[in-house]
Every structure is written in structure tokens, then in C-alpha cells.
């Protein structure tokens, strides 16, 4: 195997997981966040305000996995 393929490889893997990962974790924080705001629904603000900031934080590692897989393909 050559160095490309190897980067290549680690690309693929770095991606599957960087995407994998803040997926599942954004569908729990949306399922959590629903049952919550389902259970009592006049603190459906708070719930929602700090579901939005889960989410930015869970889908802020996807961009993170983005970011050192476009490192490692050009460096």
C-alpha cells in the first residue's frame, strides 16, 4: 500500500465517524428535546433554547471531523 491509499483510508474512516456520531447524537438531543417539551410544555422555551445548543455543539464535531479530514488530504 502506498501513502495515498493509507490517506485515502484515513479520510474514509475519519469522515464515517465525524458523520456517524453527531448524527446520532443529534437525533437523541431531537427525540430527548420533544419528549421534554411533550411532558410539560410551558418550559418549552428553555427546552428549546438549550436543544439549539446541543445541537450546534454536536454538529460543531462533524465540521471539526471535516476540518482534519481536508488537513490530512492535503498535507
Known sequence: MDINSIKLIAIASIMAIGVIAPAIAIGMI???????????????SKVQTAMI???AFAE????????????????
Do not use: D, Q, T
Open 30 to 44: 431531537g427525540s430527548k428535546s420533544a419528549e421534554a417539551i411533550g411532558r410539560n410544555p410551558e418550559a418549552s
Open 53 to 55: 445548543l446541543a445541537l
Open 60 to 75: 460543531a464535531i462533524a465540521i471539526y471531523a471535516l476540518v482534519v479530514s481536508l488537513i490530512i488530504k492535503f498535507v
